[in-house]
């Protein structure tokens, strides 16, 4: 580790943090329909939209319907991501004349974009269109990254109003988070990303000749579009198959400096909104305060362990940290970074290759994906997720001292845990029983590329990032088979829908609660206090689920590394 690291790392949380608030407040502005510098231009156009869909901004829905709009609209951009695939060589916007998808690759792609996972079992620019891509993949990164950010929303109405039936309208939240948030910010971002060199063109792939005399295709395309979208929506699907190590996604300290930002904003920025709509910006303060606890020592273990590298290497002479599967452009601090952010946003986009991590470095990705991806998280799903661990630490407490539990003056009740720990144990199921039953099929083994517990790591992580939603792979793994692909589409939609039906049913069931005055008795939800409770009870849960399943993994190949064994 290095001072010049840790000033980067500094540098970024800082930024982060001065962010929160300005951000916060436009989207708190946004979803209460107050005017924003931007209303001139869009109120028309958001109005006009009402009209078409047959709603208005003064529709409110009680929380089943909710879920049914929810559901429908997604069940909608499914089908049509799936068949724009299946199609894709009769559809235009196609120079390299790209061929129809595979129907399981299809499947678990229309599956993997729907869900804000963007898991890729392709290469983008040898397996997917122009058109595919932009129509297809680019729309469900916003209208996804905007259908979480909107349960988010419902779920903070849930504790923010008193005795009311409903929680809002899917159709107004997801119009106004794609309009006035999603749009505007990509399309300052589009242009950063063109003049940092970033390609934008409806223009074939390039034919050149190397220095050898060999020739070479380039692919080109909208990529700018895609990669402001896929960061700030925590979409993280590559247009490239190298992701965000490819110079065409990632061009320089800059752009990743911008990705690495654009990746936590939103979700950072909700915790603000949380704190404005509940009438106390402290108690979103003390949850961004919870979420950045897991993440720095995330953050310092992976660093630590990157700069450390291999003691088979040091014994040969060979130092300077591990910087296999690494960018030199971006060097071990901020790919060690870059790597923690995206696994704890379930972004899933990647400027290094996780799978040539150390052990234990490696190991820090899979963790933040086990916890729920509750560290900031995906836009909107992050909140919501540690929103479920926050009902089951106010839970807790009142156990500990023999009273109802309360949370905001709110009643936590048999009903709220239910539903939040429905919510919390529907991502080991997926997780857990799909590697179980994937590391003794034969089929699914020969998919391994490497054996021990680095293989069994492959499959760990595969299905741990599917049902967490984030799309990152540890690489090694040939997941487009029939059995990954529909088994990993299947976790995918698990970790989204299972946790989004509990989560919206726990925002109606508040929402008619009456608010209680805070008493002598009231545990307080503001400080540091509450803070490390709730760090406490997101570790023992994940430690307990997740423990046995890391032991045989990335601990055992620590070991054997230090023993001097390799996988």
Known sequence: MTLNGWIQILVYCGILLLLVKPLGGYMHRVFKGDRTLLSPVLVP????????????????????????????????????????????????????????VEPELAF???????????????????????????AGLTVQNFVSAATGIAIAIALIRGFARASGKSIGSFWI??????LY???????????????????????PYVDATTLEGAKQTIALGPVATQVAIKMLGTNGGGFFNANAAHPFENPDA?????QMLSIFALGAGLTNVFGRMVGSERQGWAILASMAVLFLVGVVICYWAEAAGNPLLHALGIDGGNMEGKETRFGIALSALFAVITTAASCGAVNAMHDSFTALGGMIPLINMQLGEVIVGGVGAGFYGILMFVVLAVFVAGLMVGRTPEYLGKKIEAKEVKMAMLAILCLPLAMLIFTAIAVVLP???????????????????????AAANNGSAFGGLTGNTPWYNITIAIGMLMGRFLVIIPALAIAGSLATKKTVPASAGTFPTDGMLFVGLLVGVIVIVGGLTFFPSLAVGPIVEHLAMIRGQTF
């Open 254 to 258: 800059i752009s990743n400096l911008i």
């Open 443 to 465: 089929s699914a083994v020969a998919s391994m590329a490497n054996g021990g517990p680095h293989g069994f790591s492959e499959v760990l992580y595969a299905y741990t990032s």
């Open 181 to 203: 948030v999603l749009l505007p910010a990509c399309v300052v971002l589009t242009l950063v990303y063109v003049w940092l060199g970033i390609p934008q063109t409806l223009g």
């Open 45 to 100: 156009i958001e109005r006009g939209l009402y009209r078409l869909a047959g709603t208005s901004e003064k529709e409110e829905q009680h929380w089943a319907a909710y879920a049914t709009g929810m559901l429908l609209f997604n069940l909608a951009g499914f089908l049509v991501l799936y068949a724009l695939q299946r199609l894709q060589g009769a559809l235009p916007y196609n120079p390299a004349g790209m061929a129809a």
């Open 173 to 178: 939240d997801l119009t106004r988070c794609t």
């Open 108 to 134: 678990n792609t229309a599956a993997s974009f729907v869900t804000n996972t963007n898991w890729q079992n392709y290469g983008g620019e040898s397996t997917m269109s122009y058109l595919v891509q932009m």
